[in-house]
């Protein structure tokens, strides 16, 4: 049997010591370490000396494994947070043992396939990445605090999202140049879907997959009409009207006259005026 590494993140939403307990025991003979600060999982990652690394965790620490984990060595996604957006859309279960289960019959079996991930200004991501409005989003539900040092569930963002568009009266305005082109702000995704709201896949660049480069879909002047149907268009899977789209593109230059929020798979980077999207094509081993 591969000796593998299992890192479990013990601040992501749905991570505690039993459920943590029955993955290890789903996977077999793993050596497990808990993260114990920001930045750890991509430590662990990268001075893993095993045949495979596990992370249980949430977005946050899946991305952390995937900025740290040398190229070539098979990772595993055990979803562990509200949405574990990643391992969902490679095809895992949304229950953690369940998951292990798969992933144990892959290590076993040796089975794994590579994908590609999106790089930001050098930082890496898993599925998807936005500037401006949705990366708002995502700082806004931050700042709601954790509780028992987790994450606000998925109607705070849905509320979040309700609340910052009624105190703009449903508009956003162009305040991007995608590759000169103007935008309201710009969301890249790696794969498909976007993410989850609870159980509903929302597929904003359904055309995205793992095996080619990124998308790029920016709305192009955001008005209150507009809004129903960007998310009637992402639960059904189909393009809108008023939205500039990129399809397997393998670099995009976004920027801002005035810094803009981004976010990389959930995670707040901070503010920027120019973003540089890039496709490292074939650059994760996944287990599957």
């Given amino acids: 049997m591969p000796r593998a590494l299992l890192i479990v993140n013990p601040q992501a939403s749905a991570v505690t010591p039993q459920r943590a307990a029955g993955v290890a025991a789903e996977l077999g003979d793993v050596e497990v370490v808990w993260t114990e600060r920001p930045g750890h999982a991509t430590e662990l990652a990268r001075e893993a000396d095993a045949d495979a690394v596990l992370v249980f965790s949430g977005d946050g620490g899946f991305n952390e494994v995937l900025n740290g984990v040398r190229p070539g060595l098979p990772v595993g996604f055990v979803p562990g947070g509200g949405s574990s957006v990643l391992p969902r859309a490679l095809g895992l279960p949304r229950d953690p043992v369940a998951a292990a289960v798969r992933l144990a019959a892959a290590l076993a079996e040796g089975r794994t396939r590579t994908i590609s991930i999106g790089r930001v200004n050098g930082r890496g991501f898993g599925f998807a990445a936005a500037l401006g409005f949705p990366a708002e989003v995502v700082r806004r539900v931050d700042e ?70 990124l998308e790029v879909v920016a709305p192009r002047n955001v008005r209150p009409a507009a809004i129903p149907r960007l998310f009637l268009a992402a639960a059904i899977g189909r393009r809108a009207g008023g939205v500039l789209y990129r399809h397997d593109v393998d670099r995009v230059v976004v920027s801002s006259v005035q810094a803009v929020p981004l976010q990389v798979d959930g995670e707040d980077l901070g503010d920027v005026d120019h973003a540089v999207f890039e496709a490292a094509r074939d650059a994760l081993t996944v287990l599957t």
């Fill in 144 to 213: 709601l605090g954790r509780r028992n040092g987790r994450r606000p569930p998925d109607r705070s963002f849905a509320l979040t999202i309700a609340r910052e568009l009624l105190e703009r009266r449903g508009r956003i305005e162009p305040e991007l140049e995608v590759d000169g082109e103007p935008a309201s702000f710009a969301l890249v995704a790696n794969g498909d879907p976007y993410t989850y709201f609870t159980r509903l896949p929302l597929h904003f660049a359904p055309e995205a997959d793992f095996a080619g480069g």
